[in-house]
């Protein structure tokens, strides 16, 4: 057993000897890729998408925005020849680096990288371990400062240790004001997030390269304001609407003059942007003289405890001020002054919305860029009041006043209206009054839009139902009274269309799957309706 295990032993080693003799003739030089710099962008683009979870009746956060942006930036770059690493400084801080696509390298992409830290307190002195650095001290007596040389011996969480002519001292801890001066910043950090590739190029040369990526923290809404015309004789009316779109950006950078796009719809988002962003670390430095004492003296008992660290410094705070991209034009009438108003496209399902200026996003910002302004929308006010066999009034009840229109050009619209939220005036012997505010949901084209405005001081309606069970028949009946001087029309909703079946009306009809009628009420008047309702499956 012995001699098996040396044997074994000794043919192992010869085969240890074959393998590195094997490596040693094949072995690969290892080498380093040089750093180049990508040029800042020559052209930009920023497509906007809405939060995909934020619904209707909620407002963007403006504390932590949960859209993101497609970003397309055009750059030049001049590599070597061989192998290198370009690095794309002032990215997105809430970049998706796996959705990172770059195009026009010669040689492809190798790699990717999304560089961790930037440059801040910590990783400067963290990059300068062992290398000289200038500390500067004032008297506080005399109000001068010296200077001298010393090295960046260690750095802990507890403080940092520098080796001077004196010997080897802790930074902050002689009683005297002390700064650091770097002759360099080192490599690999930025004050800009960085990402950068691995590429290669058999020649070298000048090229122009696009890179696109998804990045964390914007959104965008919309908010329509509808100026109502004096009411006629009748229920017609008129109003002037515009849109504005409002722009969020909570990232650090800005985005200079780009094409700016913004799309509306709801898109079937699976990934957590939020996690897969994971934004580079400006860590602080944090100085301390803790333990108190000398290791010959020893340290006291009673010694104080070190202080807490300081609060990391507050992020900085979104803007109060919104941006406006609007101008008045020659040529335009006192009634549309706008210039800049964002062009509808159609992208499959989805609705985008094209710019047609420059557009500065700002970081931390917020901005408005107007997309919708028309005159001569044609509308009607509407009221409407439930009476189904289930209801039954003891008095009379407001009605809801409406505000109807349809989404097509014979109404003056006819494009797709993106969900959020609208102010209502009406005009008055003061001037414009507010009579509303509500919240809109995506319409596309061609749909009917109804804005509800609150309830009626002036048309009411009481319901009565009395219930005929021998036959499962109910006698459904409605009075509404008019107090305005100028007739008005009302709706009565009956049921369920699935439900119940109604005869006795004329002119009844079903919307979202309940069974209408529209009725008009005279000036200072009164109208009663009154019906017979079965349920769907009664028989006759």
């Given amino acids: 057993m012995r001699r098996c295990r040396r044997k074994g032993i000794k043919g192992g080693g010869i085969l240890i000897l074959a393998v590195g003799a094997f490596l040693a003739l094949h072995a690969v030089p290892a080498f380093a890729r040089e750093a180049v710099e990508a040029s800042a ?51 997105a801080e809430g970049m998706v680096a796996v959705s990172a696509i770059v195009t026009g390298l010669p040689g492809g992409t190798i790699e990717k990288n999304r560089n961790a830290d930037l440059l801040s307190p910590a990783a400067l002195v963290d990059g300068t371990l062992g290398n000289r650095v200038t500390i500067t001290r004032t008297n506080p007596a005399t109000g001068e400062a010296a200077s001298e040389s010393a090295v960046v011996r260690t750095r802990s969480d507890g403080g940092l240790v520098l080796q ?61 304001v509808a100026h109502l015309e004096e009411p006629g ?40 942007f939020d996690a897969l962003s994971d934004p580079p670390e400006a860590r602080p430095l944090r100085l301390t003289c803790y333990p108190l004492g000398s290791t010959a003296a020893g340290t006291p008992e009673n010694y104080p405890p070190p202080p807490p660290p300081p609060p990391p410094a507050p992020a900085p705070m979104m803007s109060d001020s919104i941006v406006v991209t609007a101008q008045r034009a020659a040529g335009f009438a006192a009634s549309s002054p706008l210039a800049v108003i964002a062009v509808e496209e159609a992208v499959g399902d989805l609705k985008l919305y094209r710019v047609p200026e420059r557009v500065t996003v700002s970081a931390k910002g917020l901005k408005q860029v107007a997309f919708l302004d028309r005159d001569g929308v044609e509308g009607r006010l ?5 009476c189904t066999p289930s209801e039954d009034t003891e008095e009379a009840v407001p009605t809801a006043m409406l505000l109807a229109t349809v989404n097509d050009r014979k109404h003056g619209l006819g494009m797709a209206l993106p969900m959020g939220g609208i102010t209502l005036f009406e005009p008055g012997a003061a001037g414009d009054l507010l009579i509303g505010e509500n919240r809109l949901r995506d319409y596309a084209e061609g749909q009917d839009v109804e804005i509800a405005l609150g309830e009626s001081s002036q048309v009411f309606g009481q319901c009565t139902a009395p219930e005929a069970r021998e036959r499962e028949r109910w006698s459904p009946r409605v009075v509404l009274t008019n107090a305005n001087r100028m007739p008005a029309k009302v709706r009565v909703v009956l049921g369920r269309s699935a439900d119940w079946r109604f005869t006795g009306l004329r002119g009844t009809s079903v919307k979202d799957g309940e069974v209408i009628v529209e009725t008009t009420v005279p000036g200072n008047g009164r109208r009663e309706l009154a019906w017979i309702a079965r349920p769907a499956g009664a028989a006759d």
């Fill in 382 to 386: 509407l009221y409407t009041t439930r």
């Fill in 233 to 272: 004789r009748s229920d017609r009316i008129a109003l002037r609407l515009m849109s504005w779109l409002t722009l969020l950006n909570d990232n650090g950078q800005s985005f200079p003059d780009a094409e700016l796009l913004v799309v509306a719809g709801r898109l079937n988002v699976v990934s957590d």
């Fill in 41 to 91: 962008f020559s052209a930009l683009a920023v497509t906007l998408y809405r939060d995909p979870s934020r619904g209707p009746d909620e407002e963007m956060d403006r504390d932590w925005p949960r859209g993101f942006a497609m970003i397309t930036e055009t750059r030049q770059v001049t590599l070597p020849a061989g192998e290198s690493t370009v690095r794309f400084s002032g990215v």
């Fill in 164 to 224: 001077t002519a004196e010997g080897f001292e802790a930074v902050r801890c002689s009683g005297l004001p002390e700064k650091l001066t770097f002759d360099r910043v080192p490599a690999g950090l930025s004050a800009q997030p960085v990402f950068s590739v691995d590429t290669r190029s058999a020649e070298g040369g000048t090229y122009t390269v696009e890179l696109t990526y998804l990045a964390w923290g914007f959104d965008w809404q919309a908010h329509y």
